[in-house]
């Protein structure tokens, strides 16, 4: 575990200062998982029981109705948090799935021994409690009011200038999904963009 020493806790200070003895026993609790495109790091219905850091690769969260009908909510790459936060929290079955799109690389640790580390340490108390602020207030108030504020087109915008080049590492139907479009209305706005930047250069 050494060896993720430093990206660990390159990932846990951008939201929090935290020691280097708390990098420690967080590294203490954890283990490396290497997964495989295809694989489902947690299934609809099962309880999460880890949290992960993800080293390498990519995921995506799914639901699904009771049609069967899929809908990506959300894209995890390198230095996200991954899991099912409401689902560990509550001990109750997950509502939506984490699937391995591409190969990946995830430091995971034990939800219940991190809280307890939590209970003991002022330096991840403050870490949990950045994060929770970011992801669950933030963030997730930005994305609401960007749903209503901004067109498709913004938003796509948005996230490829967010995200450089997840466009070659993310087939196109993940992303409509996450955007709340459908993949025709994707490939008119890249075609839209692709053929305005075309004028641009002439």
């Known amino acids: 575990m050494l060896a993720y020493e430093t990206f660990v806790k390159k990932v846990l200070t951008r939201y929090s200062p935290v020691s280097n003895a708390s990098v420690s026993l967080l590294l203490s609790i954890s ?17 999460s029981r880890e949290k992960h850091i993800l080293y390498k690769g990519a995921i995506v969260s799914y639901f699904m109705n009771s ?4 809908y990506h909510k959300n894209i ?3 230095e996200d948090f991954v899991g099912s936060t409401v689902s560990a929290l509550k001990e109750k079955p997950s509502e939506f799935a984490l699937e391995v799109i591409e190969d990946a690389t995830l430091i995971s640790f034990d939800h219940r021994k991190y809280h307890e580390l939590i209970a003991k340490h002022t330096d991840l108390k403050n870490l949990y409690i950045a994060y929770l602020e970011k992801n669950w207030v933030i963030d997730k108030e930005r994305r609401e009011i960007d749903i209503v504020l901004k067109d498709a087109n913004e938003r796509y915008l948005d996230f490829i200038n967010n995200h450089p080049k997840i466009e070659t590492r993310i087939p196109l139907h993940y992303i409509a999904s996450h955007l709340g479009i459908t993949p025709t209305q994707l490939s008119r706005i890249r075609k839209k963009i692709k053929k305005n930047d075309s004028n641009q250069h002439m």
């Open 76 to 78: 995890f790459l390198e």
């Open 67 to 70: 049609n069967g009908d899929v």
């Open 31 to 47: 283990r490396v998982q290497q997964l495989k495109k295809g694989d489902i790091l947690l299934d609809i219905g099962k309880i």
